[in-house]
């Protein structure tokens, strides 16, 4: 029994299946997120305008209506992060007050783990945003056809069709210092944000966390015994000169110290850097909407009230 959702978008308040009973589910004003599902509106607002101001493209190719597709993209990764910090604030409070086991801390940790994880993705759909909004331009196009790192984006390039990933980028300083020299100055507020992003606080400490966790070790949680270089039954012996010269085994084991902290400081990190990146992508959107007619050769103009709740779209020509 199932049947397709109609409704323009869904704003979910937690992601695990708690049969109603939610009592004592934190609140996004209590983590400091209210205002993210403000940005996810507004995004959203600006993907279901769903438009392309030229009557003579292919609607299936059409790189504004891609543009369109990566804001609500955003949106829906923004508001299920903001829900999954949700459930790993709930964990945390409902620890404290040993309603839950002390061990469920290692859901909260995973939980504020794939957050970070999602939140990286959305700086890179960011970046892909605003490039693909200046290759909207055929002149555009040209130039980034042009330059080998943005080769794939060049003329050739088709929006939804094109699966190359060199036609998707991410956020980092050479390709943000090419995208300044190479973009019209309309272009460049939108650069120097996502290079504020990059070199903020909030973004190095999520990467920092991840960079670990998926190229290196991702320490096991400090719930459990673990193994790190001073865990373990086993001690050396150690000769007059400090050297090893056997093994020595106690009957209580020494438990590891390398997950000291991470559930809290994941956790914390998490909650700091998705209002910081949901700003980012709403000052993005907004700005495009707002240069919409500059950026169409002023044949559209769009207009997204504050609170995201209505909008209208113009064709001027």
Same mark, same amino acid.
């Given at each position: 029994?199932?049947?397709?959702?109609?409704?323009?978008?869904?704003? =979910? %308040?937690?992601?695990?299946?708690?049969?109603?009973?939610?009592?004592?589910?934190?609140?996004?004003?209590?983590?400091?997120?209210?205002?993210?599902?403000?940005?996810?509106?507004?995004?959203?607002?600006?993907?279901?305008?769903?438009?392309?101001?030229?009557?003579?493209?292919?609607?299936?190719?059409?790189?504004? %209506?891609?543009?369109?597709?990566?804001?609500?993209?955003?949106? &829906?990764?923004?508001?299920?992060?903001?829900?999954?910090?949700?459930?790993?604030?709930?964990?945390?409070?409902?620890?404290?007050?040993?309603?839950?086991?002390?061990?469920?801390?290692?859901?909260?940790?995973? =939980?504020?783990?794939?957050?970070?994880?999602?939140?990286?993705?959305?700086?890179? %759909?960011?970046?892909?945003?605003?490039?693909?909004?200046?290759?909207?331009?055929?002149?555009?196009?040209?130039?980034?056809?042009?330059?080998?790192?943005?080769?794939?984006?060049?003329?050739?390039?088709?929006?939804?069709?094109?699966?190359? &990933?060199?036609?998707?980028?991410?956020?980092?300083?050479?390709?943000?210092?090419?995208? %300044?020299?190479?973009?019209?100055?309309?272009?460049?507020?939108?650069?120097?944000?996502?290079?504020?992003?990059?070199?903020?606080?909030?973004?190095?400490?999520?990467?920092?966390?991840?960079?670990?966790?998926?190229?290196?070790?991702?320490?096991?949680?400090?719930?459990?015994?673990?193994?790190?270089?001073?865990?373990?039954?086993?001690? /050396?012996?150690?000769?007059?000169?400090?050297?090893? /010269?056997?093994?020595?085994?106690?009957?209580?084991?020494?438990?590891?110290?390398?997950?000291?902290?991470?559930?809290?400081?994941?956790?914390?990190?998490?909650?700091?850097?998705?209002?910081?990146?949901?700003?980012?992508?709403?000052?993005?959107?907004?700005?495009?909407?707002?240069? =919409?007619?500059?950026?169409?050769?002023?044949?559209?103009?769009?207009?997204?009230?504050?609170?995201?709740?209505?909008?209208?779209?113009?064709?001027?020509?």
């Amino acid at each position: 029994m199932s049947s397709p959702y109609d409704t323009a978008w869904l704003k =979910l %308040r937690h992601v695990g299946a708690h049969g109603g009973a939610v009592a004592h589910r934190p609140e996004l004003t209590d983590l400091g997120l209210d205002g993210v599902h403000s940005v996810c509106d507004r995004v959203w607002a600006y993907s279901r305008s769903d438009f392309e101001p030229d009557p003579f493209t292919d609607l299936h190719t059409s790189q504004w %209506r891609e543009t369109c597709a990566l804001a609500g993209s955003m949106a &829906e990764s923004l508001m299920i992060c903001a829900a999954t910090l949700v459930e790993a604030s709930w964990h945390a409070k409902l620890i404290e007050q040993e309603r839950e086991p002390a061990g469920m801390a290692i859901a909260q940790r995973f =939980l504020a783990d794939a957050v970070l994880d999602t939140a990286v993705s959305i700086g890179h %759909r960011l970046v892909n945003f605003v490039v693909r909004v200046a290759r909207t331009d055929a002149e555009i196009q040209a130039v980034l056809g042009g330059i080998a790192r943005f080769e794939q984006l060049g003329p050739t390039y088709k929006p939804f069709v094109t699966d190359d &990933e060199k036609a998707w980028l991410s956020i980092s300083e050479k390709t943000l210092a090419s995208l %300044r020299s190479n973009l019209p100055a309309i272009h460049r507020p939108a650069v120097d944000r996502l290079d504020r992003l990059r070199k903020s606080p909030e973004w190095s400490a999520v990467m920092d966390i991840r960079g670990e966790n998926a190229h290196r070790w991702r320490k096991e949680h400090e719930a459990v015994r673990g193994v790190d270089a001073q865990s373990g039954f086993a001690e /050396n012996t150690y000769d007059h000169a400090g050297n090893p /010269n056997g093994i020595r085994v106690s009957a209580t084991a020494r438990r590891h110290v390398a997950g000291d902290g991470l559930t809290a400081r994941t956790t914390d990190v998490a909650l700091r850097a998705i209002p910081v990146i949901a700003a980012a992508v709403d000052e993005t959107v907004a700005e495009t909407a707002q240069n =919409l007619s500059a950026l169409t050769g002023g044949r559209m103009e769009l207009r997204i009230d504050p609170q995201g709740r209505s909008r209208e779209i113009r064709r001027l020509m």
